[in-house]
């Protein structure tokens, strides 16, 4: 049975509600209204080209199912170009769509899905323009996607960004992780590339002293990333830096979320979910202290902006001087950043009490130094 | 040769304050091979190729997880000083 059971929170001051708006290298939103309450999103430019990509979808989850109501937030981590993920953000929840049409729910596998058919549309689109662009072939992203539907939120997640819960306890918040996190430099990803590839003892190859898939990429899951799914690509005139020395048959890098499901409670308060341009900087425990401790309106930029003084900290410089950086050469100083923080709202269902639909997009199209 | 005093001023900047943080302008760099020496210098390196260019090479060794904490540089020094002396 399919039935949501949280609305909006009364009194919601519609003043409060911000237009999305640019500064510089950052694109923010202070505040909006999804179907369960506030939101916040937040992001910044480091790359010569914006890479990570955003959205938020509040409203009808199915085309055929009007009670199946609820919010979709993605963030999308690019990695050698912008293709991708703007490809994720084009895709990946009209499929979900489709896909929670068909059985008229949400569920795990509708997710996962969406996941693999996105994934299998962006190689298709690899396949068509290798001919004349055949560096689509190394062009990915990371995927991580959060659905607060009927009580429970599903976070999807294929590659490092991240999502953490703030849960409320003894007077504090709790970080709870929901996120499980496909990396190189997790132990737990790498007993799961040398189980999948027994026979391969270059799988995993440590670089720049960091563990890399085959010594090229830190991700063990991403969308994309065609080069180490299909031996296709594995030739000229892809770039050599791409090319692997051996042949292979069975794909190296899969599309597969791993899926969480955690059923909400009163003491839920918000979940951020962020790329790991954030985290390198921020714990979980900081950002989820952070987001308690502060008013709601522009909750994201406050964690950017802890974040880049972290990243300013570590350059020994002055957050001042960081934010005049240009994009490109400021990839040296931190990554791109995307985070979003969504509030719960535990309030009983009272029918026809949604917020107006809505549909946000993040990150694109942002400043090119190009 | 003015550029090479403005290093070794930036330099005696650097004697005067601790690591946490350079002053208003500058950022640290740490230069050399195997001993790595710290240097301040002025923001507006980092727009010129020539430092952009070592700044690849460091890219090259470290990815951009740089050991210290401060950008890394990890060419002879000699050539650092020859690089930023030519700087503007």
């Given at each position: 049975?399919?039935?949501?059971?949280?609305?909006?929170?009364?009194?919601?001051?519609?003043?409060?509600i911000?237009?999305?708006?640019?500064?510089?290298?950052?694109?923010?939103?202070?505040?909006?209204?999804?179907?369960?309450?506030?939101?916040?999103?937040?992001?910044?430019?480091?790359?010569?080209?914006?890479?990570?990509?955003?959205?938020?979808?509040?409203?009808?989850?199915?085309?055929?199912?009007p009670?199946?109501?609820?919010?979709?937030?993605?963030?999308?981590?690019?990695?050698?170009?912008?293709?991708?993920?703007?490809?994720?953000?084009?895709?990946?929840?009209?499929?979900?769509?489709?896909?929670?049409?068909?059985?008229?729910?949400?569920?795990?596998?509708?997710?996962?899905?969406?996941?693999?058919?996105?994934?299998?549309?962006?190689?298709?689109?690899?396949?068509?323009?290798?001919?004349t662009n055949?560096?689509?072939?190394?062009?990915?992203s990371?995927?991580?996607?959060?659905?607060?539907?009927?009580?429970?939120?599903?976070?999807?997640?294929?590659?490092?960004?991240?999502?953490?819960?703030?849960?409320?306890?003894?007077?504090?918040?709790?970080?709870?992780?929901?996120?499980?996190?496909?990396?190189?430099?997790?132990?737990?990803?790498?007993?799961?590339?040398?189980s999948?590839?027994?026979?391969?003892?270059?799988?995993?190859?440590?670089?720049?002293?960091?563990?890399?898939?085959?010594?090229v990429?830190?991700?063990?899951?991403?969308?994309?990333?065609?080069?180490?799914?299909r031996?296709?690509?594995?030739?000229?005139?892809?770039?050599?830096?791409?090319?692997?020395?051996?042949?292979?048959?069975?794909?190296?890098?899969?599309?597969?979320?791993?899926v969480?499901?955690?059923?909400?409670?009163p003491?839920?308060e918000?979940?951020?979910?962020?790329?790991?341009?954030?985290?390198?900087?921020?714990?979980?425990?900081?950002a989820?202290?952070?987001?308690?401790?502060?008013?709601?309106?522009?909750?994201?930029?406050?964690?950017l902006?802890?974040?880049?003084?972290?990243?300013?900290?570590?350059?020994?410089?002055?957050?001042?001087?960081?934010?005049?950086?240009?994009?490109?050469?400021?990839?040296?100083?931190?990554?791109?950043?995307?985070?979003?923080?969504?509030?719960?709202?535990?309030?009983?269902?009272?029918?026809?009490?949604?917020?107006?639909?809505?549909?946000?997009?993040?990150?694109?199209?942002?400043?090119?130094?190009? | 040769?003015?550029?090479?005093?403005?290093?070794?001023?930036?330099?005696?900047?650097?004697?005067?304050?601790?690591?946490?943080?350079?002053?208003?302008?500058?950022?640290?760099?740490?230069?050399?091979?195997?001993q790595?020496?710290?240097?301040?210098?002025p923001?507006?390196?980092?727009?010129q190729?020539?430092?952009?260019?070592?700044?690849?090479?460091?890219?090259?060794e470290?990815?951009?997880?740089?050991?210290?904490?401060?950008?890394?540089i990890?060419?002879?020094?000699?050539?650092?000083?020859?690089?930023?002396?030519?700087?503007?």
């Amino acid at each position: 049975m399919v039935k949501p059971c949280w609305r909006i929170g009364a009194g919601m001051e519609r003043s409060k509600i911000n237009p999305t708006k640019v500064d510089g290298l950052t694109w923010y939103k202070d505040l909006g209204l999804h179907t369960f309450g506030e939101f916040s999103m937040a992001m910044i430019q480091a790359n010569s080209v914006m890479e990570d990509q955003c959205q938020i979808e509040s409203g009808p989850l199915t085309f055929n199912n009007p009670t199946v109501q609820g919010t979709f937030v993605g963030v999308y981590d690019g990695h050698g170009g912008p293709e991708a993920s703007r490809f994720i953000a084009d895709n990946i929840f009209p499929k979900l769509k489709k896909f929670a049409s068909e059985g008229r729910e949400i569920s795990e596998q509708v997710i996962s899905k969406a996941f693999a058919e996105t994934d299998k549309d962006f190689l298709k689109t690899v396949t068509k323009q290798w001919p004349t662009n055949p560096q689509m072939a190394s062009v990915g992203s990371c995927c991580l996607a959060g659905v607060i539907c009927n009580g429970l939120v599903y976070i999807a997640n294929t590659g490092d960004s991240r999502a953490v819960l703030g849960r409320s306890e003894r007077g504090g918040v709790r970080a709870v992780q929901l996120s499980v996190e496909h990396n190189a430099n997790l132990e737990s990803a790498r007993q799961e590339l040398w189980s999948l590839h027994p026979n391969d003892p270059t799988i995993l190859v440590m670089k720049h002293r960091l563990w890399r898939v085959k010594g090229v990429i830190q991700v063990t899951r991403s969308i994309g990333d065609a080069y180490l799914k299909r031996a296709e690509f594995n030739r000229e005139p892809l770039l050599p830096k791409f090319r692997l020395p051996e042949h292979f048959t069975k794909p190296i890098l899969s599309a597969d979320p791993s899926v969480t499901i955690t059923r909400l409670s009163p003491q839920d308060e918000f979940i951020i979910l962020a790329s790991d341009g954030l985290w390198e900087h921020l714990s979980n425990q900081e950002a989820v202290d952070i987001v308690h401790n502060s008013p709601r309106q522009g909750i994201a930029r406050r964690l950017l902006k802890a974040a880049l003084k972290e990243a300013a900290k570590k350059r020994e410089m002055r957050y001042s001087d960081l934010t005049e950086i240009h994009p490109g050469v400021r990839r040296h100083f931190h990554d791109d950043i995307t985070v979003i923080v969504v509030y719960l709202n535990p309030h009983p269902v009272k029918t026809n009490s949604w917020a107006s639909p809505l549909s946000i997009r993040g990150g694109y199209p942002m400043h090119s130094t190009s | 040769m003015a550029l090479v005093r403005s290093l070794l001023g930036a330099k005696k900047i650097l004697s005067r304050s601790t690591a946490s943080a350079a002053p208003k302008g500058f950022l640290a760099v740490y230069v050399g091979e195997s001993q790595k020496k710290r240097y301040l210098v002025p923001l507006s390196y980092l727009s010129q190729p020539s430092f952009q260019a070592l700044l690849s090479k460091s890219e090259e060794e470290f990815g951009f997880d740089h050991p210290m904490g401060g950008l890394t540089i990890p060419c002879p020094e000699d050539t650092f000083i020859n690089v930023t002396s030519r700087l503007q």
